[in-house]
DNA sequence: TGACGGTATGGTATCGTTTCCACCGATATG
DNA sequence: CATATCGGTGGAAACGATACCATACCGTCA
């Protein structure tokens, strides 16, 4: 872990350097001796340029325009301006509802002229919790952050103790004000799960994957629930992580005295790591299980069968954070800005079943029911 | 477009929030004071704590902590130090070949202690210009960039007056000493093509997708030479954008006078397209047409049949641009340092040919062919 | 004419940190 | 004993931009 480093190098004398390539950039006030003005006038120009005259104003910007003078940021935060950065905690980039995310929340930054920092916790708390920090110390305008532990009660009173607003993306911060914009995964399996008994599938089986995250465990109970009030018997395997374990559950299950006739993943990898185990143990899909996702994915309507998902809106999700934040950034009272009591400060978001040819609905029947919704 | 917005609030009297809750955070000077010693001394401490004596620094850490004391950010950055934070400019974060190379770099950029910025461009060169601007404007320490056009005069006398490091990545800047990490598309199309007639296909059409990148050009231009040096027809369709004209290109080539035996697509999307198209339209994979796409894609082994692809060391080529980068911020002489002679400054790198079924390598071959260069 | 309101402008303290320089005492060196 | 050396320390001047306040000017109204 290196030291902190050198300042910039001594550089030449003023007049050295006058005519040559300049070594360190011009200040305001270089560019208010040029225009022959004072300093005050150069930065009133540069702030919109009211209360300046005419002429003035275009001497100034003459000037700013000759010396290629922008001014330094760093000087403007120590005055108290904002950073125009916001920062993002995500557990990875390259997953990709996270990078989805990421772009959509890119896009509301640069609507409103800010950057965007992005950070990978691969879902550890701690690291998390660094990440946060980091960004403080960098004086980010605001976060945005997918918390690992929903509980954390030690996120929960760092969250609670920043001076920048904060909005929580996909997942809740548990007993907290902490605004948040989420899927609601709860109805979304429900929808799913139903979809399966209206299939008339009678042993419906679960690959929670390997998690402990806020959203799957919705999901978990949504699927527990929905079949205990069907009068079903609830079927779990959580030993799914990769494609072997899928391979091992599947053949194990589908040879044992009651196999399942179809099957649900929770998330993503899991529905990724089912389809290939199944199509290698040569499994007629839907035929001997049906099988149907959370979370759509690129190829999902490419492969055969097609794969029914329950889809998220995940570019709404993060363009309704993104714009969040930035309402509370832009709000004039400076009042801890999340426990005003106007606005709905949790949103939840419909999900949508997306039903292709997996889980039994005809290729037709479901390209029609996807017109339909789309 | 909103104008500068206000600084910190008034904030009460020093006095009055003495023992309430802190409404701004505290200063070295307030550490001074609270340690009995001068701000030199607490500076000293921060940054390292040589030159101090054991007493003296175990109080001023006590007060450090007590008060929770920061360094305030912009003022260290003001006093010339760097900002620790680096820019990317890439397309899209969606896109996975670059949520890929965020997810790298983003851990190189940790690794040395600092931040990552993303901004994309969608490919369009002004936004890239504005884009890299900006970046600049926020004190970045160094930039790494996938250049939308390698051969843009503007861009490359933009990018040579820039007073940081920068890297260029996937694509280089041509005609100029910017340091670039490239994979060889050159190579890894002739591989392609050369595959595809050793197969004795006669007829292989090239799909080039929309595009004028450079990765793209250099595919092309491998792919016609290829064809060439074999004696054999070059056939191209550039029409191909989407779904919809992938199939309208296949079903009509493939319906013409002399169809194709073999298809090779350059990019990405575009091999998923033509493959949902030929999976549509009911085209017997490799038995009608063989295919073999460039770059992988993580369902590629999963789809039936599973498609051969050329890939590319994505991570390898991120993470070397990132090393690279920090590589020349850690150099000692502050010299232009694109243009030392010393290192090799364009790296490319090796891809490699991964044969599945799609190409015609039956499944057991393509099996063991893979676990042997894996 | 004198008081007043408004506009254009500049001087200067300030933000929080680093660093140059000066200082002090103590030990080492001639 | 005088002087260099060195570890430990603090005062105060930067860094670059902003904003408070003061000033100078002009026109207008009573």
Chains 1, 2 share one sequence.
């Not at 690291?127 to 960004?135: S, Y």
């Not at 954390?152 to 103790?161: D, I």
């Not at 099988?291 to 995940?314: C, H, K, M, N, W």
Request: glycine share 6%; proline share 6%; hydrophobic share 40%.
């Amino acid at each position: 872990m290196a030291e902190f480093d050198n300042p910039r190098s001594p550089g030449p004398s003023d007049k050295l350097s006058a005519m040559t390539r300049r070594a360190s950039p011009p200040t305001l006030s270089e560019v208010a001796r040029r225009a022959g003005v004072g300093t005050t006038t150069v930065s009133r120009v540069i702030n919109g340029g009211h209360r300046v005259s005419p002429e003035t104003l275009l001497r100034v910007r003459r000037a700013i325009e000759a010396l290629g003078y922008v001014p330094n940021q760093a000087a403007r935060i120590l005055k108290g301006y904002r950073t125009r950065t916001i920062g993002l905690v995500i557990p990875s980039i390259a997953d990709p509802f996270f990078s989805e995310c990421a772009e959509a929340i890119q896009a509301v930054a640069r609507a409103n002229d800010s950057l965007l920092i992005v950070t990978t916790t691969q879902n550890d708390p701690r690291a998390e919790i660094d990440n946060i920090n980091v960004l403080i110390h960098h004086q980010v305008d605001g976060l945005i952050l997918a918390p690992a532990n929903s509980h954390s009660q030690m996120l929960r009173e760092l969250l609670e103790t920043l001076r920048v607003p904060v909005v929580a993306i996909d997942r809740p911060v548990a007993q907290s004000r902490i605004p948040s914009v989420v899927a609601d995964n709860f109805r979304g399996a429900v929808m799913a799960t139903e979809h399966l008994i209206g299939h008339g599938y009678k042993r419906i089986l679960c690959l929670t994957g390997e998690s402990t995250l806020f959203t799957i465990r919705e999901r978990l109970r949504a699927y527990c629930l929905t079949m205990e009030k069907a009068g079903m018997e609830v079927l779990l395997d959580t030993s799914v992580k990769d494609y072997k374990s899928a391979e091992y559950a599947i053949e194990s299950l589908l040879s044992g005295p009651k196999p399942p006739d179809a099957i649900f993943t929770l998330k993503n990898s899991t529905t990724i790591f089912a389809f290939e185990a199944l199509q290698k143990l040569n499994v007629s899909i839907p035929g001997t299980v049906a099988l149907l996702g959370y979370d759509d994915f690129e190829l999902a309507s490419t492969v055969r069968p097609s794969i029914s998902v329950v889809e998220q809106p995940i570019e709404e999700i993060a363009r309704l954070a993104g714009e969040a934040l930035f309402d509370q950034l832009l709000e004039p009272d400076g009042q801890s800005p999340s426990n005003r009591s106007g606005k709905a400060q949790q949103i939840k978001l419909e999900t949508r079943l997306v039903p292709r040819a997996s889980c039994g609905c005809t290729s037709r029947l479901a390209e029609s029911a996807r017109s339909d919704v789309a």
